[in-house]
């Protein structure tokens, strides 16, 4: 398999991050990516990046040869109602779509899975927010078919994040918990696409990981929209 797209990308306006937007662009173009999102941290993450950053976003081309470039965000939510930590329309409208995730310090760990779920939800009902970023962390618990469910009434993105799989990644019990996922996404008939959470320009692309997961468990390629860009964009309500 050969994915196209990664929209889930962070530059060194994340704070954490060490590459630029040239850098992130030229290694998509490396690896064949057909269509590239920058996702930059929202600023309530220590070290996020301004309200500034996103507003601003309009600046950057939306086409570097063949490559098309989104503009989003990885916001943070921020409580179990599924509120997140940006609300200025202003820099909500320079976006193409927003990421919400579960991270700590931003929300405490929970290990009721009913609160979390509705605070997934919550996030789904955020008519900026298009994608569940990095779901399947054990300190973040839910119910697998209420919460796909509700990515299939909402038209929320589930991710798989390949950085979660690595041996760097931080975050309990991915796999096992992404099977269950799955195992209603085909049911339900829910597209989930991969991302790779890049934090450094060499990872833009890499989705060794996801992919040995995906046939592992053989998921349709149907559902997976890494396949198709155009069917991508359409899932976001994105017309380039
Ligand atoms: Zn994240
Ligand atoms: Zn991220």
């Given at each position: 398999?050969?994915?196209y797209?990664?929209?889930h990308?962070?530059t060194i306006?994340?704070?954490?991050?060490?590459s630029t937007?040239?850098?992130?662009?030229?290694?998509?173009?490396?690896?064949?990516?057909?269509?590239?999102?920058?996702t930059?941290?929202s600023?309530?993450?220590?070290?996020g990046?301004h309200?500034?950053?996103?507003?601003?976003?309009?600046?950057?081309p939306?086409?570097v040869?063949d490559l098309?470039?989104l503009?989003?965000?990885?916001?943070n939510?921020?409580?179990?109602?599924g509120?997140?930590?940006?609300n200025?329309?202003?820099?909500?409208?320079?976006?193409?779509?927003?990421?919400?995730?579960?991270?700590?310090p931003?929300i405490?760990?929970c290990?009721?899975k009913?609160?979390?779920?509705?605070?997934?939800i919550?996030?789904?009902?955020?008519?900026w927010v298009?994608v569940?970023?990095?779901p399947?962390?054990?300190r973040?618990?839910?119910n697998?078919e209420?919460?796909?469910?509700a990515?299939?009434?909402?038209?929320v993105i589930l991710?798989?994040?390949d950085?979660?799989?690595?041996?760097?990644?931080v975050?309990p019990g991915?796999?096992?918990n992404l099977i269950e996922?799955?195992?209603?996404?085909?049911k339900?008939?829910?597209?989930?696409?991969?991302?790779?959470?890049a934090h450094?320009?060499?990872?833009?692309?890499e989705?060794?990981?996801?992919i040995?997961?995906?046939?592992?468990?053989n998921?349709?390629?149907?559902?997976?929209?890494?396949?198709?860009?155009e069917?991508?964009?359409?899932a976001?309500g994105?017309s380039i």
């Open positions: 398999m050969k994915f797209t990664d929209i990308v962070h306006s994340s704070g954490h991050a060490y937007i040239l850098e992130n662009i030229t290694f998509a173009e490396k690896s064949g990516l057909k269509i590239l999102g920058i930059d941290h600023d309530f993450l220590p070290g990046a309200i500034f950053h996103f507003s601003n976003l309009k600046i950057v939306r086409k040869n098309i470039i503009r989003g965000m990885e916001a939510v921020m409580d179990y109602e509120n997140i930590d940006i200025e329309e202003y820099a909500l409208k320079s976006l193409d779509y927003v990421i919400a995730s579960f991270h700590p931003c405490e760990f290990e009721d009913s609160t979390v779920t509705k605070g997934i919550g996030a789904m009902h955020n008519p298009k569940i970023g990095h399947g962390d054990n973040y618990p839910f697998a209420e919460v796909v469910k990515s299939k009434q909402t038209g991710e798989i994040n950085a979660s799989f690595k041996p760097t990644s975050r991915v796999k096992e996922v799955l195992k209603y996404c085909n339900y008939d829910m597209p989930i696409m991969a991302n790779t959470d450094i320009c060499w990872e833009v692309g989705f060794s990981c996801s040995a997961f995906l046939e592992e468990i998921f349709p390629k149907e559902l997976i929209l890494n396949l198709y860009p069917k991508l964009l359409d976001l994105i």
